[in-house]
């Protein structure tokens, strides 16, 4: 199925200028990856109160950004995306996507609901799934079906276990959804559309950090040479794996970088139960095993597809 672009005109989605590229689901797997591991992290990070951490994750992402712009010379492209109004529209909204998302996972995880934030990264790939049947034009084999109602049972257990917490898994699973949807349908490079997300949300960002100085606490940036470091250490930290993704959505059907998304969450959910004493509950595991059940269908059926292809 072709990339798709959103055109303004008719509301309808048409073919992408900028084919498929191999390699998706590489840059897939080392996003997801690194996301998985990202709780590590914000445990090093969490005296900084969260709120103020959002701050200085924006900060120092668009510096990061920048940097990588000037080393590999990609000027050009930032330029004529800055001259193009449509997308930096579109830019601007999936920024606010991306910060809201940021803004409750960050508050989640250091608020130790390690599960509520694990099942909005279980939830997202169903909704990318709906997303790339509605939106994208993207059609799923019979298997792939099994595959994705397999993982829906197992969800809707998980989320039924979690009640109280599902308004916190809900918004990370649409707005992330959104957030993928938006940019893989808009026109632009991933290193250049992070750059000029980063940008919009600077002045935000920047209200915050500015806001925990003027307190009697001040700023957690400068505080000591390590923490400092690892502030700092955000922006690439968030950087990376934001780019990985959005190349990797430009190269595959958003169904199928979907399924590989629940490498993520299940990486979170282990480091809950194993390192940060989370229980776990019989609806849980059955959850986990039907989801990963799913998958083992979802590649199955990629897999038989492509070796008939050849």
């Known amino acids: 199925m072709p ?40 445990r090093l990070v969490h005296q900084v109160p969260p709120l103020e951490f959002i701050g200085w994750r924006i900060v120092w992402t668009l510096p990061f950004c920048l940097a990588v712009i000037a080393i590999g010379r990609h000027g050009a492209e930032l330029r004529a995306t800055l001259r193009n109004g449509a997308v930096v529209r579109r830019l601007t909204l999936s920024a606010l996507l991306v910060g809201i998302n940021w803004t409750v996972y960050v508050l989640a995880i250091q608020a130790d609901h390690f599960f509520a934030a694990s099942l909005g990264y279980y939830i997202n790939p169903l ?14 084999s019979p298997r792939q079906w099994i595959a994705v109602a397999l993982a829906a049972l197992g969800v809707s257990l998980l989320a039924w276990g979690a009640r109280d917490m599902l308004g916190i898994s809900l918004v990370l699973a649409i707005s992330f959804c959104a957030y993928g949807l938006v940019r893989k349908t808009t026109s632009v490079g991933s290193l250049a559309g992070l750059t000029i997300e980063s940008a919009v949300l600077l002045v935000p960002a920047a209200v915050l950090i500015g806001w925990y100085a003027a307190s009697p606490s001040g700023s957690s940036f400068g505080m000591s040479a390590g923490s400092s470091v690892l502030i700092a250490l955000a922006g690439p930290i968030t950087a990376i794996p934001l780019m990985l993704f959005t190349a990797a959505a430009q190269r595959m059907d958003y169904s199928a ?38 998958i083992a269908v979802f590649v199955w059926d990629l897999l038989d597809r492509r070796s008939k292809a050849v």
């Open 3 to 42: 990339d798709r672009v959103w055109t303004g005109s008719g509301g309808r989605m048409q073919p992408s200028p900028h084919p498929k590229k191999s390699g998706g689901l590489s840059l897939a797997l080392g996003a997801f990856g690194i996301w998985g591991l990202f709780p590590l992290y914000l």
């Open 257 to 294: 970088i979907g399924m590989t998304q629940f490498i993520a969450p299940t990486m979170v959910f282990i480091l809950g139960l194993t390192l940060f004493d989370e229980p776990l509950r019989p609806v849980q595991l059955a959850c986990f095993v039907l989801i990963w059940i799913a």
């Open 127 to 140: 909704a990318n799934v709906l997303a790339g049947t509605l939106f994208l034009g993207e059609r799923l």
